[in-house]
């Protein structure tokens, strides 16, 4: 699985301006990462460490940051939330790092480049775990609760997912049901949280669960999109993954889906055979078929319905960060 | 790692018989588990049952329910604790699975050998998210406190083990300090909520607690005994992958600081090399020193600290059962 990540250089810079209204809390939540990732055995010391540094643009702590503050004050509980948010999502990373096989990952080993699988996984249920504990120390259960409901449907969309790897017929119904689990969910439930811990009503709490849910897929609609056409120097990942594993995304999706008989056949054939000289070819298939314009287009789609939720909102400086967000998330792909 | 399993007929009988007094309990907790554990998408519905029946003898459930009756009543809470922290034992189980690339685990295919590890990965952490999220439903945060603790605890054990591997010269200290932390913690932990949601007072809870733990690394020594001198076809599982993976349990490290010079020398040669081959010269050569029995004789003394706990509770058909467990946990590997 790609993830939804943003490592290249503008896009950093982009980030950083979008966040400077939650400087502070960012830099909280790092500092409270590397307080609570550290063992006292120093073997064990080595490697959770080394799952800090393996975090991204921590876009996850700040959906949950700016959904508070677009709700009212931020609490002690946004700060313990948005922790227990980047770990759980960084310890899908490392799980799928395993998966994967993955080398590269924001040009930093992977732990199991590093320390070889067995690490990897006990690492990303360390972070699981660690996770949860920390949600545990808030008063009551609500937060355990929604952060439980919404790894589970993570768990079963990545389940799904492997699965119907080399399932050159998956529909596109089946790739939007899986990107919604594995990706969506999670952000989602990073506004819900950000949203309920601010006192917001239902109305707000829902509007901003569901900017969430539609950021989050148009989100991984176009990390799937670079995962086909971006370039390894910028994303800092090893990229054709997808195609290598047999993994359909949307582009590959509709190309099928636009051609017949013969050349149907063929990209199926191409991608079957999974060999990296095909890539290219491929490439210039979706180009021609005009896939890859397909797939940015349904990702703004998905963006401005989730910038539309947002005029259920008062106006606010969190607010204007978030529909930046929503504009940027598709911009990063073209 | 070995987990401590008992699959051996002669010891179903005899844990069939010890937890007839939970018997309706029991069952229930097998009810929930196969009701959880099914998913409304037909790929991962099949691969979540699979987990199901991965289970073991369902000691952990077991202490659970009967740290419970020995303190007072047991209420939905337990029954729901039971499950919860039968999932965290399954998902360990699998992702050790991932771990050893064991082939054999209780006579069922293991779920990485018919699904690859991805599936195994997932899988595991299905469970894990799954038992959290069961736990939130508990009217505090209480539960998901103690079991987030524990977890954080069981998979820095793990970590522990798993980089100390290939490390010939761990101390009987570092090993006791695994496998306290990779299988104790858990079953202190059941026999800790068992006791509080039964309204115990701090004493009782501490010595359940304690028995627990104590009984946890009786369970651990004599595991491990097993796998460097059972028998395949009574454990059901693979044998002697300790030794094949360099992990060094109590009877190698009695052996290896029993001998000097060169037949030390000789010995720490042959663990390193790994080979099938040499097992039974290693094997010999525990017998010789002694070292079966001296591992055998400390599983004894743990399982008769936490017997000495007991003491502390009102009789009742429930100790009777723990002071049982006590005495069969180390006669499971004479």
């Not at 896009?11 to 950083?16: D, E, L, M, S, T």
């Not at 609760?145 to 017929?169: F, K, P, V, Y």
């Not at 047999?246 to 636009?258: M, S, V, Y």
């Amino acid at each position: 699985m790609s993830q939804v990540e943003t490592t290249d250089r503008v896009a950093q810079g982009v980030i950083g301006d979008l966040f400077a209204d939650i400087h502070d809390e960012l830099a909280s939540v790092e500092q409270r990462l590397q307080e609570e990732l550290r063992s006292q055995h120093p073997s064990v010391d080595q490697v959770v460490r080394h799952g800090y540094r393996l975090g991204g643009k921590r876009l996850r702590p700040a959906l949950l940051l700016l959904a508070g503050k677009a709700c009212g004050e931020l609490t002690e509980s946004h700060a313990t939330l948005a922790v227990v948010v980047e770990m759980i999502h960084t310890a899908t990373l490392v799980h799928d790092d395993v998966l994967d096989e993955a080398a590269i990952r924001r040009h930093v080993d992977t732990v199991n480049a590093r320390w070889g699988n067995e690490t990897s996984v006990l690492l990303g249920d360390f972070l699981f775990s660690h996770a949860f504990y920390l949600a545990s120390t808030l008063s009551t259960t609500d937060a355990c609760r929604m952060i439980g409901q919404s790894t589970n449907r993570l768990c079963e969309g990545e389940m799904r997912q492997t699965l119907a790897e080399g399932d050159l017929l998956i529909s596109e119904e089946d790739y939007f049901g899986i990107i919604s689990a594995k990706t969506a969910e999670l952000c989602a439930c990073c506004c819900e949280l950000g949203a309920k811990y601010a006192g917001a009503d239902s109305d707000r709490t829902e509007a901003l669960a569901l900017f969430g849910r539609n950021l989050g897929i148009a989100f991984q609609i176009a990390d799937d999109l670079l995962d086909i056409s971006g370039e390894e120097a910028t994303t800092g990942k090893s990229l054709g993954r997808d195609l290598a594993k047999g993994k359909l995304t949307l582009p590959l999706i509709h190309a099928r889906d636009t051609l017949v008989d013969g050349p149907r056949n063929r990209l199926l054939a191409q991608i079957k055979q999974g060999d990296e000289s095909l890539s290219k070819e491929i490439l210039a298939t979706l180009r021609e078929l005009g896939s890859l314009d397909y797939a940015r287009r349904t990702a703004e789609q998905f963006a401005a319905k989730a910038a539309e939720q947002l005029d259920r909102l008062p106006e606010s400086a969190a607010k204007a960060t978030l529909e930046l967000m929503a504009e940027f998330v598709v911009a990063r792909s073209a």
